[in-house]
């Protein structure tokens, strides 16, 4: 899995990308991948990465961490950063049929998606930069 990584940040170096332009546009796609806004990732992503005058590809592919096999873990992990953030303890889970229970779970889930979603965005600037600059063309 490494080793395609390497590869296709590679390829984008060959393009004339610099390390941090590459960097920058996966931390972002990270960041959009994690926030809660489902149908909605690539929209946002490309429309941030026009804005920004970044690769939309790279971007678009960032958003790539958010896939119907992890998007439940982030958002558990979400709402338990919120709730930890807002209420200073996490969440307790409850098993019920009553969906007027989701109101208590939206504020500490938005606010955990976006600083879920800055530590992510953060780690993968570091990762990915130092991938490039050590593969650099």
Known sequence: MFN?????VTSFLRKGLLPSEIAFAVAL????GILPFLGLHTVI??????????NIVI???GTQISNPLSFPFILFISAQIGNLMLKGRLLDLEFTTD???LKSYIVPTMIGCVVFGLAVGALSYVLTLAVARRFRA
């Open 4 to 8: 395609k990584y390497r590869e296709t």
């Open 29 to 32: 796609g990270n960041f959009v």
């Open 45 to 54: 992503a490309i429309g941030l990465a026009y804005l920004l005058r970044l």
């Open 59 to 61: 971007v678009f592919l």
């Open 99 to 101: 969906l007027a229970v």
